[in-house]
């Protein structure tokens, strides 16, 4: 440019930095920068917030801060948009305590909170169950004229269902409706999670009906969530008929949901319908996954249909799937049952050197099966180890290991 007689200004120097910044090349940004400054060009507000915004987007939040700090020894004074830059960065990075400290920093400098500061500030609190002080925040933010949205009343509502207190949820549901701000879909989401994973179905159902009511699309969370909640409770009919609902509506279904579906049919011990559901996957092109096969394991092995669990088993490192640590104990608990010990402990092996930590659930299988066979000495051992591995065994499992002793003893 300078070559053809095109003195680059603010402006132009700003453009730049803005796709330097925005394509994650910082190096050159601030190269860009220190160019500027030896031509003796005015380094505006903007141009700060630009690369601060730049080093958060990249993930170098530590940078941004070093960044910011740098620039105010030289006289500059960050604005809420770099405060809020760095606050972001922190917070994906769960550093929310460290946002929360530089939030407050900032007000201590005279730089006052905007909207976005506030909706951090209110999420950091919800996240750390400290509910008061983010509706102190919240009325702080209205008094300061500013109206809270529909993603700031989520927050909140997210944080009462995460202490499992729903009536104060739909409490705020109902206070931004008053206020004009609109529930969306994540707000309905929000809430028939909360109500299923408490177990209360029925009331997941009502509020997940009336969200086409309110003129709300429900996704594929909506529906998850609910085909989860149905099949967790063994109502598979009526979560077969909303997976069914959901494809009228144009919605594919998804791997989760599917294991959803084959998990309940296992749990209600209809292991056939889990088995048509596991097959049916791969020609809907579902790829089926670790999850998948370890809930069609466990129902094999609850029906006492070990051959069949055992090829679903070879079949997870073919397929490039990793065996988890759920698989194993169901496999080692349905051999164990069946008196077969020896098959038992070449898996109960094989856990630690492929990283699997063993459970009380393992444990309390090889002890309870070893001690039906008389092998006491091994059912002590394996006690002892337990123990000595930090893993509380309950009352009962010390109770019949001593009972089992004294049977053979006798």
Known sequence: MAERGVVPNVHTYGFLLNGLCKSGEMIAAKVLLIEMQS?????????????????????????????????????????????????????KANRHEEAKTLLFTMVEKGVALNMFSYRMLIDIFCKQGDLAEAKRRLREMENEGMKPDVFTYNVFINGYCKKGLIKEAYEIRNEMEEKGVMPDVYTYNILVLEECMAGRVDDAKKVFDE???????????????????????????EAKRTLREMES???????????????????????????????????????QDAVSYTAMISGLVKEGRMEEAFKLFDEMPVRGLPRNALSYTALISG????????????????????????????????????????????????????????????????SFLKESVRSVKG
């Open 335 to 398: 051999l164990a049952k069946e008196g077969r010990m020896e098959e038992a402990f070449k898996l109960f092996d094989e856990m630690p050197v492929r990283g699997l930590a063993r459970n009380v659930v393992i444990y309390t299988a090889m002890i309870s099966g070893l001690s039906k066979k008389g092998r006491m000495e091994e059912a002590s051992k394996l006690s002892d180890e337990m123990k000595s591995e930090g893993i509380s065994s309950d009352d009962n499992l010390d």
């Open 249 to 287: 509506e144009g919605i594919k279904p998804n791997v989760m949901m599917y294991n959803c579906l084959v998990t309940g049919e296992c749990m209600a011990g209809k292991v056939d319908n889990a088995k048509k559901l596991f097959d049916e996957m791969p020609h809907r092109g579902l790829a």
């Open 211 to 237: 969200m086409p009511q309110r003129g709300l699309a429900r996704n594929h969370v909506s529906y998850t969530t609910m085909i989860s909640g149905l099949s967790n409770k063994g109502r598979m009919e």
């Open 39 to 91: 031509k003796g060009i005015e380094v505006k507000d903007s141009i700060v917030n630009k690369l601060v915004y730049g080093y958060c987007k990249k993930g170098d939040v530590d940078d941004a801060i070093k960044f910011m700090s740098l620039m105010e020894k030289k006289g500059f004074e960050p604005s809420v948009i770099s405060y809020n830059s760095i606050a972001k960065g922190l917070c």
